[in-house]
């Protein structure tokens, strides 16, 4: 494969994890109002063409869910975690892990990361995160920003 067919594949994988959270963000959380999702992230290390990255290696999708216009919690999803990628059909598929329980619990790490101790800047308070629920009315009138740009990832 080539570079340009590698960073394909990737936003193929990253656009299945971007189309399952939004939705399931969407129709199982109250209080949000946006969400933003940040590109497909790729570190190519090693290799003169393409890095180590093949298949999924330090891939992945940031999002920011917004409660409010300009409050704000990120979540990481890296692409081999919650995808693989499958030989037969030649493409990423999901893995049995990107499932309702986990993304609950990865969102409850994200809120009380967002405004505990790990607190960057000023992007969520307690009374913040208390707006964003779990609840069957879902946000249906969330604004989605979807993004797969490839950008590199620097740390």
């Known amino acids: 494969m080539d ?16 189309n ?3 939705d399931y963000l969407v129709k199982n959380y109250e209080g949000i109002e946006k969400i933003e999702w940040q590109g497909v992230g790729v570190e190519w290390r090693s290799s003169d063409v393409f890095g180590s990255s093949m298949l999924g290696n330090y891939v992945d999708s940031d999002v920011k869910v917004f409660v409010s216009a300009d409050k ?29 329980a986990n993304i609950d ?27 964003m629920k779990k609840g069957s009315k879902g946000s249906p009138n969330a604004q989605v920003i979807y993004n797969l740009d490839i950008h590199e990832l620097n740390y």
Do not use: C, R, W
């Open 3 to 18: 570079k340009k067919a590698v960073e394909k594949s990737y936003q193929d994988g990253i656009e299945l994890i971007q």
């Open 20 to 22: 399952y959270v939004t």
């Open 72 to 100: 704000f919690f990120t979540v990481d999803f890296t692409l081999a975690e919650k995808a693989e990628y499958n030989n037969e059909l030649k493409k990423y598929v999901l893995e049995d892990s990107m499932n309702p």
């Open 105 to 131: 619990s990865t969102i409850k790490t994200g809120l009380e990361n967002a405004v505990g101790k790990f607190k960057i800047g000023d992007q969520l308070d307690k009374a913040d995160s208390e707006k």
